[in-house]
Each structure stands twice: as structure tokens, then as C-alpha cells.
């Protein structure tokens, strides 16, 4: 499942994205701590078992995994404070 997110110039929105994942136990699957704004490129994350990438280009930033991670991914982003 993929769902649009933001804009690539929404930082308060990415900002917020960052801090669902933290919300939910996602991290980054590589070792890298990712920052506002987010870098280009394909981004992969896990949480437990489940993979999914988080893609950004000149235009927005986009995320894409299964339904079930996707669904808690929006739910956590849509209570964001």
C-alpha cells in the first residue's frame, strides 16, 4: 500500500512523521539517524518484523509497506501533537 504524505517543503509534517515512528517502535533499518528535512531517496524502516520504505524526491515524501503498517504509521501520524 502506498500513501502520500506531505509535501517535500512540509517539515512540520516530516517532523511529525519521524515522531510517530518513534510513537510505534519504528526505526531506521539502516544505521543512520534521518533528520528534517528528509534526505532523497528510498528510506527503509522496520518495525518488529515488518519492513517499509519511506520515499522522498522533489516533489513529496511518500510511504509504502503493507496495509496493516501503513494503517499504524497514519493512525500514530494523525494523532501527532
Not at 60 to 67: A, F
Not at 70 to 75: A, H, I, Y
Request: charged letters at 25%.
Amino acid at each position: 500500500m502506498r500513501a502520500d504524505i506531505c509535501p517535500r517543503e512540509d517539515y512540520e509534517t516530516q517532523h511529525a512523521l519521524l515522531e510517530s515512528f518513534a510513537r510505534i517502535g519504528a526505526f531506521a533499518d539502516d544505521d543512520f539517524d534521518f533528520g528534517v528535512p528528509l534526505p532523497t531517496g528510498f528510506l527503509p524502516f522496520r518495525m518488529g518484523t515488518e519492513t517499509f520504505n519511506v520515499f522522498v524526491d522533489a516533489w513529496g515524501v511518500y510511504l509504502e509497506g503493507s496495509e496493516d503498517t501503513v494503517n499504524r504509521v497514519l493512525t500514530a501520524l494523525g494523532t501527532a501533537e
